[in-house]
């Protein structure tokens, strides 16, 4: 395995301080957003015990950002996430939410592609190359980080109720319609 794919393994002491193994030296959750950001994986361990404690570290950073103002998810989101810890939406929403984020990294990949391959009749206007370049840096940095991440996989067929699966149905279709539309620009 190259040593990019490794994941950056972080441990936490004892002191809760967080230590960087591969340059030995301590470091701050903002450090391992940007380690993140930059399209590295990250792997975060208690020393003493070797739990995994990366799911709780990556939750405080989005929480950290959020309270910073830095509002990404909506609060109707936010509250559909905390409705979906009890019942049949427990099962179905990690999986939905895996193939929206792909959805959306597909989407952006295909829209860089689409914005160097494909003729456009503006080409020949003057600066438009440096304003394709600008678009292309533009959307980079929006979607930074977003291609390196791994897709869970297919949902595993479950026994819901019919209006899950409608509900569901409604929201790839809502999906699909914004794939649709990226697709477009």
Avoid at 53 to 80: C, F, W
């Amino acid at each position: 395995m190259a040593e990019d794919e490794k994941p950056l393994l972080i441990k936490r002491y004892a002191s809760r301080r967080l230590y960087n193994t591969e340059t030995s030296d301590y470091v701050t959750l903002e450090d391992i957003a940007k380690f993140i950001r930059d399209g590295r994986e990250v792997q975060i361990v208690d020393l003493k015990s070797g739990d995994d404690l990366t799911r709780q570290y990556l939750l405080q950073i989005v929480a950290e950002h959020e309270s910073r103002g830095e509002n990404v998810l909506p609060v109707d989101v936010l509250t559909d996430l905390v409705r979906s810890y009890t019942g049949a939406a427990q099962s179905v929403v990690p999986q939905f939410l895996a193939a929206s984020f792909e959805m959306l990294r597909e989407g952006h990949s295909q829209m860089l592609d689409n914005m160097t391959k494909m003729p456009n009749p503006m080409a020949n206007m003057p600066g438009f190359e440096a304003l394709q370049r600008q678009q292309q840096a533009f959307l980079q940095n929006m979607m930074a980080g977003w291609g390196t991440a791994g897709s869970s996989g297919p949902a595993p067929e479950s026994d819901e109720k019919s209006d899950d699966r409608s509900e569901l149905n409604a929201i790839k279709k809502q999906l699909a319609d914004l794939q649709s539309k990226l697709n477009k620009m």
